[in-house]
Nanobody
């Protein structure tokens, strides 16, 4: 069983930065799959944010965060990070870590494992 534990959410002002962490445990991940982040606000569908091939070779981002957010991983710690810069009020959401996402996919229905979520609030 895969377990994902997020941390690092909180309250920040517009233009500020936060770094989210997702620690994974349970097993190693399959070639061709990725870990990533989605976010969700009440009443809306879960939105793709970013993903990284488990090998760490490549990444891809949602259009709304490209150029502001950076996803990375520490293989020794089995942890994936999301560095969020130049935050905007519209980035306010619950951020979910995702694992076993087919690389290239941005669809939440293709994710096999989810974390419990961490709240990010950006004040104006």
């Amino acid at each position: 069983q895969v377990r994902l534990v997020e941390s690092g959410g909180g309250l920040v002002q517009t233009g500020g930065s936060l770094r989210l962490s997702c620690a994974a445990s349970g097993r190693t991940f399959s070639r061709g799959y990725a870990m990533g982040w989605f976010r969700q606000v009440p009443g809306k569908e879960r939105e793709f944010v970013a993903a990284i091939m488990w090998s760490g070779i490549s990444t891809y981002y949602g259009d709304s965060v490209a150029g502001r957010f950076t996803i990375s991983r520490d293989s020794a710690k089995n942890t994936v990070y999301l560095q969020m810069n130049s935050l905007k009020p519209e980035d306010t959401a619950v951020y979910y870590c995702a694992a076993d996402l087919p690389y290239g996919s941005k669809l939440d229905k293709t994710v096999k494992y989810w974390g419990q979520g961490t709240q990010v609030t950006v004040s104006s």
